[in-house]
C-alpha cells in the first residue's frame, strides 16, 4: 500500500490543523494505522494509533485531549486532527500502516512496513 499524507502547514500557537493520510494501491480498511512524528534533531516518535474497525485508538501522553486519530474506511483514509497546537508540536509527521504489526506493539514504529513520506508541521509562538 502507497501512503500519502497531508495537511500539514503553518500555524499559530493554540490553533487546529486536520492531517490526513490517504493510501492508494489497496484497501487498507485492515490495517492498522498510525502516525508518529520527528523533530529535527529527535528521533521519531509515536502520537496516534487506529485500529482497523476504529475499535480502538491510543494516543501519546503528549498529545492526549488535543490530537484525535479517525479513519473513513471508504475513503481509504485515516486523519489526524490537532487542537491546541503549540511549538512542541512542530515536527514531520508521518503515517504508517500494516495489516499485522509486526511488532504486536501498535505504537512501535518497527510495527509498521509501510511509510508515507511526510508532511511538515510548524507551529509558531
Known amino acids: 500500500v502507497q501512503l500519502q499524507a497531508s495537511g500539514g502547514g503553518l500555524v499559530q500557537a493554540g490553533g487546529s490543523l486536520r492531517l490526513s493520510c490517504a493510501a492508494s494501491?489497496?484497501?487498507?480498511?485492515?490495517?492498522?494505522v498510525a502516525w508518529f512524528r520527528q523533530a529535527p534533531g529527535k528521533e521519531r516518535e509515536f502520537v496516534a494509533a487506529?485500529?482497523?474497525?476504529?475499535?480502538?485508538?491510543y494516543c501519546a501522553d503528549s498529545v492526549k485531549g488535543r490530537f484525535t486519530i479517525s479513519r473513513d474506511n471508504a475513503k481509504n483514509t485515516v486523519y489526524l486532527q490537532m487542537n491546541n497546537l503549540n511549538p512542541e508540536d512542530t515536527a514531520v509527521y508521518y503515517c504508517a500502516a500494516e495489516i499485522f504489526l509486526l511488532s504486536n506493539n501498535i505504537r512501535a514504529r518497527e510495527s509498521y512496513g509501510s511509510w508515507g513520506q511526510g508532511t511538515q508541521l510548524t507551529v509558531s509562538s
Open positions: 487506529i485500529t482497523w474497525s476504529s475499535r480502538n485508538t
Open positions: 494501491g489497496r484497501s487498507f480498511s485492515r490495517d492498522a
